[in-house]
Nanobody
Framework: QVQLVESGGGLVQAGGSLGLSCAAS????????MGWFRQAPGKEREFVAA????????YYADSVKGRFTISRDNAKNTVNLQMSSLQPEDTAVYYC?????????????????WGQGTQVTVSS
């Protein structure tokens, strides 16, 4: 069992940058693949980014590739999402996610643990 707590959401203007962080209550290094999902009003939750247990490989949705960067610090049990060139369509609640299977499976939405979410609003 692991609890995930996100932080760092907020309001930013289009073209700006914002960083999100997710703190895990348990050791994640050898146990969980980690990722971020988001859900905009009236839309389904969608995959954003994922990272392997070792942190050596990352995966991104096409819509954020080149703008978002996911990273993890296994010593601190944290995973971060650095977002740049933000656009109004990036407005959503962002959720931290942890999975016990593979990263590829996590990207398909098979998540074992969710955080409570943090709001990101991008104004035009």
């Amino acid at each position: 069992q692991v609890q995930l707590v996100e932080s760092g959401g907020g309001l930013v203007q289009a073209g700006g940058s914002l960083g999100l962080s997710c703190a895990a209550s348990a050791r994640t290094k050898t146990t969980y693949v980690m990722g971020w999902f988001r859900q905009a009003p009236g839309k389904e939750r969608e995959f954003v980014a994922a990272i392997t247990r070792s942190g050596t490989m990352t995966y991104y949705a096409d819509s954020v590739k080149g703008r978002f960067t996911i990273s993890r610090d296994n010593a601190k049990n944290t995973v971060n999402l650095q977002m740049s060139s933000l656009q109004p369509e990036d407005t959503a609640v962002y959720y931290c996610a942890a999975g016990v299977a593979t990263t590829q499976i996590l990207t398909r939405g098979h998540v074992d643990y969710w955080g409570q979410g943090t709001q990101v609003t991008v104004s035009s």
